[in-house]
């Protein structure tokens, strides 16, 4: 048996070394394809040549084919020659893993494609967040002397949503005055809740999920006019001139004034605040301005208060104020005034209305380094009040219309106008945004 092997071994050497009658890797690779492979049109990878597969020769294929539709051109792409048969000495060559492209003419139509895209849009080297930018709403100039410009699109930066649920809650409250809680007549929000006053002495206070955490005091004829909210504590002002002071999360009533005005409470908000103690600044109105001082007896007991006047009826004051930690600033029908707490009571700014404005009231707020902003009537201004004559980083401007309501935020002031339009400006003398409500 082992003499029929090697005779059997012996013919086969033989036959391949007639070079005729052997078959090579490519002539099997034909065979099994039907001898129509694309690979028997392309060599085997040389030397500084890129190898491209098979699917993104095609692709490449079907460009130049849609380039020679579209601009009438021909650009003739001709496959690689076969390569030639290896010597019968040598080794059979493994046939290409795909497609070759050359540098050179080869890629010479993809080169002029691509300078005919950059030509068209020159954008198309532009990184995404540059795009978004471009695209973004520019911001209108509102400083004094500035030329108006037309409407500004929406940029984003300010967004007005409906709250829903609790919408249509109040909605069918107010169907029913006499049954339920009383229409809406106040408005105050922290960051855990937002309570509503109504006009049957009521405060109804909702999570930021729309839901009703608590109903603060009992129905009655005395409507709430104000609202303050600070971490779990609300203090409601009502028209018969009392402020009651709650505690939102149990419920409970943690005080009651009622010798600190005679006249419908107009304006509260918290101030600075101790310990065991709080602290509220409200106005009347008559524009009688008093800071009520909360003390607690013991942690946890009950509390005592003090009623300190900030400002009599007769300087007029209109019905806005603005509280820090160490100032509370209004306005009357002539000035704006700074009142700082420590060390003791004292007015520590007198501000006079600018002379374009005689009709309108001013809206101020004030923060906690002493910088008193002030919209009156289309002006917008700033003063230091500490350093009386210092620089302030803002530039005053003239407003598209008259300011109703003021809030300062990290980006600039936010500004209601009487047209319904919710503007914020920053402190450049530019509107990032207007939004209509």
């Given amino acids: 048996m082992d003499a029929d092997l090697e005779a059997i071994l012996a013919e086969s050497d033989s036959d391949d070394a007639g070079g005729e009658g052997g078959l090579s890797l490519e002539d099997i690779l034909k065979e099994d394809d039907g001898g129509s492979s694309p690979l028997q049109e392309y060599r085997a990878p040389a030397t500084n040549e890129e190898s491209y597969s098979a699917r993104d020769w095609a692709v490449l294929q079907q460009i130049l084919r849609e380039d020679d539709d579209d601009d009438d051109v021909d650009v003739p792409v001709s496959p690689p020659q076969e390569s030639p048969q290896q010597p019968s000495s040598t080794k059979p060559q493994a046939a290409p893993v795909g497609p070759q492209l050359w540098r050179g003419e080869r890629l010479a139509p993809f080169a002029l494609r691509e300078r005919r895209l950059v030509a068209q849009n020159e954008s198309i080297e532009a990184s995404p967040l540059e795009t978004k930018r471009r695209n973004r709403s520019k911001p209108t100039?509102?400083?004094?002397?500035?030329?108006?410009?037309?409407?500004?699109?929406?940029?984003?930066?300010?967004?007005?949503?409906?709250?829903?649920?609790?919408?249509?809650?109040?909605?069918?409250?107010?169907?029913?005055?006499?049954?339920?809680?009383?229409?809406?007549?106040?408005?105050?929000?922290?960051?855990?809740?937002?309570?509503?006053?109504?006009?049957?002495?009521?405060?109804?206070?909702?999570?930021?999920?729309?839901?009703?955490?608590?109903?603060?005091?009992t129905a009655s004829s005395d409507p709430v006019q104000c609202v303050?909210?600070?971490?779990?504590?609300?203090?409601?002002?009502?028209?018969?001139?009392?402020?009651?002071?709650?505690?939102?999360?149990?419920?409970?009533?943690?005080?009651?004034?009622?010798?600190?005005?005679?006249?419908?409470?107009?304006?509260?908000?918290?101030?600075?605040?101790?310990?065991?103690?709080?602290?509220v600044a409200a106005i009347d109105a008559s524009g009688v301005v008093n800071r009520i001082v909360f003390r607690q007896r013991v942690l946890g007991g009950?509390?005592?208060?003090?009623?300190?006047?900030?400002?009599?009826?007769?300087?007029?004051?209109?019905?806005?104020?603005?509280?820090?930690?160490?100032?509370?600033?209004?306005?009357?029908?002539?000035?704006?005034?700074?009142?700082?707490?420590?060390?003791?009571?004292?007015?520590?700014?007198?501000?006079?209305?600018?002379?374009?404005?005689?009709?309108?009231?001013?809206?101020?707020?004030?923060?906690?380094?002493?910088?008193?902003?002030?919209?009156?009537?289309?002006?917008l201004d700033a003063l230091n009040s500490i350093e009386e004559g210092a620089s302030v980083d803002f530039v005053p401007c003239t407003l598209p219309s008259v300011a109703v309501a003021l809030c300062v935020v990290t980006r600039g002031v936010i500004i209601l106008g009487v047209d319904d339009v919710l503007?914020?400006?920053?402190?450049?003398?530019?509107?990032?945004?207007?939004v209509s409500f």
Avoid: M
């Fill in 141 to 217: 100039d509102l400083s004094r002397g500035a030329t108006p410009l037309g409407e500004q699109k929406p940029s984003g930066a300010l967004k007005v949503e409906q709250l829903k649920t609790a919408s249509r809650q109040l909605a069918a409250n107010a169907r029913r005055p006499e049954l339920g809680p009383g229409s809406p007549s106040a408005l105050g929000a922290s960051s855990k809740f937002v309570a509503l006053g109504t006009s049957r002495g009521l405060a109804l206070v909702f999570d930021h999920f729309q839901e009703v955490r608590r109903v603060l005091g």
């Fill in 228 to 279: 303050a909210l600070e971490d779990d504590v609300a203090c409601l002002g009502h028209a018969s001139g009392v402020l009651v002071l709650w505690d939102v999360v149990k419920g409970s009533q943690l005080r009651k004034v009622d010798d600190a005005f005679s006249v419908s409470v107009e304006k509260v908000e918290f101030c600075c605040r101790g310990a065991s103690d709080r602290a």
């Fill in 423 to 434: 503007r914020l400006i920053d402190r450049k003398g530019r509107q990032l945004d207007a």
């Fill in 302 to 379: 009950s509390y005592l208060h003090e009623v300190e006047c900030l400002l009599d009826a007769k300087s007029n004051v209109t019905p806005w104020l603005s509280v820090s930690s160490t100032y509370a600033a209004f306005s009357s029908t002539t000035a704006s005034f700074v009142v700082a707490f420590s060390p003791s009571v004292r007015v520590a700014v007198t501000w006079p209305r600018p002379s374009s404005q005689e009709e309108s009231n001013a809206v101020v707020a004030i923060s906690d380094d002493g910088v008193l902003i002030r919209a009156w009537g289309n002006d």
